[in-house]
């Protein structure tokens, strides 16, 4: 469908102008993403340098909405558009963000975030993987862990140390990395709601040319908090963009050569990790579920008769004003930063919130379901048969939520690293004392 409505914001009737003359379903997916990312609108909210359009994330969470709203593919989401696109528009250079920011905004390149290791991951300054200078190539040896869609992924967002002789923080260099070479073994690691969403990435020889290092060598930790700032700010929001489409970019997931329009009105693959990742499909109808605040619950309680009890009452309450609470914050962060302000450690707040209210929603709904609770299905036929059995359509929701609830409150830093921060870089509650910053990383204590 592809109705136009009146805007009052004029970026919006410009858009809808444009998706009239452009949108069409007979394209292909990597034909109408061109289109998309060239014209500015897959990821707005970067600089025009960076085929943006230099918009607030708001006002681009408002035109992925606007998309999906007409009816068009939405942009090609995940880690790419989420986390890569704007640190290398950030610390890259023109012509790195000509090589890697284009191929993200027209989907051709899917990525991955190779940040965390077996024993580096709230420590992730504590990195191990190597990454040794061989003529105008550097060679990497190491292991990441918890790689979300790493097994399609073109690139990587690669940290490794190539200092060990300086502290922790001052020898890590920031690479775009290619996840398809010899040297790169990709095992999917099976997670309790039946998915591989991660991975172990095993890195032996593997090799990434000079020109691939982002912000300077030895001057990655800058750029990684660049990174873990836009995870952070998209985790928060409560990641969806709104816009529709299960197309999958890049080229390993084979989505490039279909049609366009057999994707429009499919539920959205790629939120969180925001806008441009949820962590899976799963959490994407997790995070729908939860834009609707505690209606789904409230629905599910009606249907079985517990809206009458007092307790699930009291819990639906609790939840719904959490989830109030959590949009007032954003409305009030939204209005402190039109006139130039800031609300130090909202991002951290409102990603503790959002764990929170994950948790609460997993608790009130098995209470609410009861028994069928137990009856999970782990692919679309089982979901049929358990729907089927129960007569209950929003059970596998309800069970969804429940199981990916425990990922929120660990990825994209723990709640116990939000509260660290909130501490000690709001309250400016004492650190820990340390000697990190200070000692060289090769001088450092470690595990066996
Ligand atoms: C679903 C999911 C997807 C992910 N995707 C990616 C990805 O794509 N790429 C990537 O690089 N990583 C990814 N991660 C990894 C994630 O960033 C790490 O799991 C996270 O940073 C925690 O690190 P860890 O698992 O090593 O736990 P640890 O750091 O070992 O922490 C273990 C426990 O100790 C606590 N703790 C640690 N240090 C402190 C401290 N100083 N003070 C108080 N408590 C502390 C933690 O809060 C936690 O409870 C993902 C994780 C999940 C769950």
């Not at 109408?32 to 006002?59: C, F, I, Q």
């Not at 032996?204 to 660049?226: E, K, L, Q, Y």
Request: neutral net charge.
């Amino acid at each position: 469908m592809t109705a136009t409505t009146e805007s009052t914001e004029p970026l919006i009737d410009e858009l809808q102008q444009w998706l009239s003359s452009e949108w069409d379903p007979e394209l292909t997916v990597g034909a109408w993403w061109e289109r998309l990312g060239l014209a500015g609108w897959s990821a707005p909210s970067l600089p025009p340098n960076a085929y943006g359009k230099g918009v607030t994330r708001n006002d681009g969470i408002k035109i992925a909405q606007a998309i999906a709203a007409f009816g068009a593919l939405g942009a090609p989401a995940g880690l790419g558009l989420l986390l890569a696109a704007p640190t290398i528009a950030t610390h890259g250079t023109q012509e790195q963000i000509d090589r890697y920011v284009r191929d993200i905004v027209t989907g051709r390149q899917s990525w991955c975030q190779l940040f965390s290791e077996p024993s580096a991951g709230s420590d992730l300054a504590g990195l191990q993987t190597r990454a040794v200078k061989d003529g105008d190539e550097w060679i990497v040896n190491g292991q990441k862990v918890w790689t979300s869609g790493g097994q399609r992924a073109d690139m990587g967002m690669l940290l490794a140390r190539t200092d060990p002789g300086v502290p922790k923080h001052q020898g890590i260099t920031y690479f775009a990395f290619a996840m398809v070479q010899p040297g790169v073994e990709v095992r999917p690691l099976r997670e309790m709601t039946g998915r591989a969403l991660f991975n172990e990435v095993f890195l032996t020889d593997a090799r990434v040319p000079d020109d691939a290092v982002i912000g300077g060598i030895n001057h990655g930790w800058a750029a990684a908090n660049t990174t873990l700032a836009n995870e952070r700010a998209g985790l928060g929001s409560g990641g969806g963009s709104g816009a529709g489409g299960l197309a999958i970019p890049g080229t390993v997931g084979g989505d490039l050569d279909r049609r366009a329009g057999d994707f429009v009105g499919a539920p959205r693959s790629g939120g969180s990790k925001g806008s441009g990742g949820a962590k899976s499909d799963g959490e994407a109808t997790m995070l729908q579920a939860m834009s609707g605040g505690a209606g789904l619950l409230i629905d599910q309680a009606k249907r079985n008769g517990k809206n009458t009890d007092p307790l699930v009452r009291q819990d639906l309450a609790r939840l719904y004003t959490w989830t109030e609470l959590g949009r007032f914050n954003g409305l009030r962060l939204k209005a402190v930063k039109s006139g130039g302000g800031d609300i130090p450690g909202m991002p951290n707040i409102s990603k503790l919130s959002m764990s929170h209210i994950m948790r609460l929603s997993r608790d009130v709904g098995l209470g609410i379901v009861g028994a069928s609770g137990m009856l999970h299905s782990y692919d679309s036929a089982g979901r049929g048969t358990v729907t089927a059995v129960t007569g209950n359509p929003l059970l596998p929701v309800v069970t969804e939520m429940a199981l990916l609830a425990q990922a929120p409150p660990i990825y994209g830093g723990t709640d116990q690293i939000q509260r660290n921060i909130i501490g000690e870089r709001v309250l400016g509650l004492p650190k820990e004392p340390n000697s990190d910053r200070t000692t060289p990383f090769s001088e450092l204590p470690r595990n066996a």
